[in-house]
T-cell receptor
Framework: DGGITQSPKYLFRKEGQNVTLSCEQN?????MYWYRQDPGQGLRLIYY???????QKGDIAEGYSVSREKKESFPLTVTSAQKNPTAFYLC?????????????FGPGTRLTVL | AQSVTQLGSHVSVSEGALVLLRCNYSSSVPPYLFWYVQYPNQGLQLLLKYTSAATLVKGINGFEAEFKKSETSFHLTKPSAHMSDAAEYFCAVKRGTGKLIFGQGTTLQVKP
């Protein structure tokens, strides 16, 4: 079955620690995205990548970093510079170049800072 | 610049009643619009999308939406609510190259 996997499902972090969230897809999609979801705020774009070895900042990139070394993988690191990291993180992918850009989502990772 | 507004953060209906979730958009170009559904602690699933082929779009689980350019709306409807429809619903519009803007979300509660 093709799809997007995110791990872990739940993650706990102490203040001052960096953590990395995993996102893997076997849909053969070129484009991948990271969103942050907070109650009542919808989804906000953190970073996106349209092709391997290239990525761009989204609307709320401060305190986050990403890499795109493989087409299938787009890990997100939440650094200690992110002041309020507790949130639900969603990874998505799509086929770039399509007119309407339908995005497919993973199951999410809930990050809690202790 | 594109934007999306969902009217009503919470909507409550009785089982069997009409579901109406409102979405208004702002776009300087012909929009591509989407409705997604999210069940608790899960990712988003595409319900339907408007790509200019037809103004009335049918999606999964009996949902449909009508694109009205004059009203800049893309409201989601379902004739008869089921308990399993209880979830959060997001309207989104395509912006730029490969990105989406999401509304704030509407939580649908279905009462027995």
């Amino acid at each position: 079955d093709g799809g997007i996997t995110q791990s872990p499902k739940y993650l706990f972090r102490k203040e001052g620690q960096n953590v990395t969230l995993s996102c893997e897809q076997n849909l053969n999609h070129d484009a991948m995205y990271w969103y942050r979801q907070d109650p009542g705020q919808g989804l906000r774009l953190i970073y996106y990548s349209q092709i391997v070895n290239d990525f761009q900042k989204g609307d709320i990139a401060e305190g986050y970093s990403v890499s795109r070394e493989k087409k299938e993988s787009f890990p997100l690191t939440v650094t200690s510079a992110q002041k309020n990291p507790t949130a639900f993180y969603l990874c998505a992918s799509s086929i770039p170049g399509t007119t309407y850009n339908e995005q497919f989502f993973g199951p999410g990772t809930r990050l809690t800072v202790l | 610049a594109q934007s999306v507004t969902q009217l009503g953060s919470h909507v409550s209906v009785s089982e069997g009643a009409l579901v109406l979730l409102r979405c208004n958009y702002s776009s300087s170009v012909p929009p591509y619009l989407f409705w997604y559904v999210q069940y608790p602690n899960q990712g988003l699933q595409l319900l339907l999308k408007y790509t200019s082929a037809a103004t009335l779009v049918k999606g999964i689980n009996g949902f449909e939406a009508e694109f009205k350019k004059s009203e800049t709306s893309f409201h989601l409807t379902k004739p008869s609510a089921h308990m399993s429809d209880a979830a959060e619903y997001f309207c989104a519009v395509k912006r730029g190259t490969g990105k989406l803007i999401f509304g704030q979300g509407t939580t649908l509660q279905v009462k027995p």
